[in-house]
T-cell receptor
């Protein structure tokens, strides 16, 4: 069965500093990979996705993610964090026998210090 | 499009009462998903539909939970009778795998219904 691991439950970063959120997945072939962001009291908003092609994908709000097949990873990055980036971030995978079911990681909560 | 619309946004009820959550998917989407989010268990898929037909309900916690999709533009998730442990945020999402657009295979989420069972 496919699974997604986000090793960091909480990350605190200073405003203006860079941010990297880790995501590792378990899946037999190339999955479809996603990063979603959830602000407090809100639904999930798609930041970016990887289906195929260029392994470095650009998303909204200045985020990017890199797919590394050899490491089964899809880490999310942002060069300079803004206070508004404080939220919870979810990595997710879909594909294979699971059909169109999204499997989510446990999430990483990002706190931004002024 | 207005996106996925869920109602109500908040629901407070007493244990034993019936609760009905509603969802209107994005027009043209042929997949609809119901998720539950709690602090302890994170985001869990409860059930999903394809063309109004339930495909996988293995995530539905027990017989107290039921979901229907009578047509392509409406779905309900019902809990009867409700219990305090059902308190959570329930999300609905929709997608399509048809066509060649950039939105293909992306699940779009509603704002959720925060359920509190006292």
């Amino acid at each position: 069965a496919q699974s997604v691991t986000q090793p960091d439950i909480h990350i605190t970063v200073s405003e203006g500093a860079s941010l990297e959120l880790r995501c590792n997945y378990s899946y037999g072939a190339t999955p479809y990979l996603f990063w979603y962001v959830q602000s407090p009291g809100q639904g999930l908003q798609l930041l970016l996705k990887y289906f195929s092609g260029d392994t470095l994908v650009q998303g909204i709000k200045g985020f990017e993610a890199e797919f590394k097949r050899s490491q089964s990873s899809f880490n999310l990055r942002k060069p300079s964090v803004h206070w508004s980036d404080a939220a919870e971030y979810f990595c997710a995978v879909v594909g294979g026998a699971a059909g169109n079911k999204l499997t989510f990681g446990g999430g990483t909560r990002v706190l931004v210090k002024p | 499009d207005a996106g996925v619309i869920q109602s109500p946004r908040h629901e407070v009820t007493e244990m034993g009462q019936e609760v009905t959550l509603r969802c209107k998917p994005i027009s043209g989407h042929d997949y609809l998903f119901w998720y539950r989010q709690t602090m302890m268990r994170g985001l869990e898929l409860l059930i999903y539909f394809n063309n109004n037909v339930p495909i996988d309900d293995s995530g539905m916690p027990e017989d107290r939970f039921s979901a229907k999709m009578p047509n392509a533009s409406f779905s309900t998730l019902k809990i009867q009778p409700s219990e305090p442990r059902d308190s959570a945020v329930y999300f609905c999402a929709s997608t399509t795998i048809a066509g060649g657009g950039s939105a293909k295979n992306i699940q779009y989420f509603g704002a959720g219904t925060r359920l509190s069972v006292l």
